[in-house]
DNA sequence: ACCTGAACACCGTTCAAGT
DNA sequence: ACCTGAACACCGTTCAAGT
């Protein structure tokens, strides 16, 4: 009676990127997803929950994409480089990225290790990190999502360069203690 | 012929902006706008164009609101009550403020002139202005769109008044140019 | 000039079916 | 177990009417 799936929840989440990456998050419906995958809409509910979940699942799809830096290197460089790998994601799925945002804030425990080998007090590691990683999102949400849009490239490049310099100022005034 | 109008724009965009305090962007539709007015969702068409250009009248509408400082102070208070007005704004229609974020930078001609008048090599102030209100405005739309909903309201007050000591710290290293 | 009714294509979601 | 059809309430938008 078992009837062998023709969806999954990774197929789906896979048609659903596709979509938001293409036409942004509006096209992320139901309707345009199953369509895509050659199905109705309904057969979705099972695999995905609603829709809500849907975009859920498209977030940690994203975070799950995030190819953090080795630990080969001085803070400095762990920094720089998580930076660079988190504008690398931002740029392959905008529409999503802007979505972390709106979600509580998940630290990579990873860069709380940089910070506290970096030399900061261990009693504002948290807040550094906040703040440290709310410029970044913000740059970076900005960035994909058209506030900057009638800068250029090389333009919009420079001030993500010049936004690193200032988080090594920022963590150098906490060194400081 | 001519009927007296029973609507008009600044109605509309202020039904619509209690929609968006109230439950949110995606509360914001033709039907419950309408709606509120008492009026069929086709008659608001010939008053705010469509869909998106309402959403533009209430970032429009947002801009108008904000209440920027007077320019009775020195450059550091300057650049503090108008992170403050900002985000008194963020605060008061949350939903509509997150938009900021999607649009061209829109710059204060104020904060230009309170950097230049802080001493900042004319040569980098457009940069410098663009890193500081992307670092507000990251800060505020994540705190008005949900980020920080696992922080007390204490928390993040504190973290905003961090961040505005850092951006003192941003423009003290510009002016050693 | 301004609003409405009718119409169309599109949404999210449920629930009872079918296999 | 998994998908579909039917159904419902809700969307955005247009266009030909009504006043």
Chains 1, 2 share one sequence.
């Not at 050659?38 to 509910?45: C, D, I, Q, R, S």
């Not at 990683?133 to 490049?157: A, C, D, P, Y």
């Amino acid at each position: 009676m078992s009837r062998p799936a023709c969806i999954d929840r990774s197929v789906i989440l896979d048609a659903a990127m596709a979509l938001a990456d293409e036409s942004g998050l509006h096209a992320v419906t139901m309707y345009a997803t199953a369509k895509r995958l050659g199905v109705t809409p309904m057969a979705l509910y099972r695999h995905v929950g609603d829709k809500a979940a849907l975009l859920d699942g498209l977030v940690e799809k994203l975070l799950t994409e995030i190819r953090l830096p080795q630990e080969r290197q001085d803070w400095r460089g762990q920094l720089e480089a998580m930076a660079r790998a988190l504008r690398e994601v931002a740029h392959r799925h905008p529409a999503v990225f802007a979505l972390l945002l709106q979600r509580p804030a998940t630290t990579p425990g990873a860069l709380l290790e940089a910070l506290t080998t970096a030399g900061i007090d261990p009693g504002r590691v948290a807040q550094t990190e906040r703040l440290l990683s709310t410029v970044i999102l913000g740059f970076l949400v900005s960035e994909v999502s058209g506030r900057f849009q009638k800068h250029s490239e090389k333009t919009v490049n420079a001030d993500f360069d010049r936004l690193l310099e200032l988080l090594a100022i920022l963590i150098a005034t906490e060194q400081g203690h």
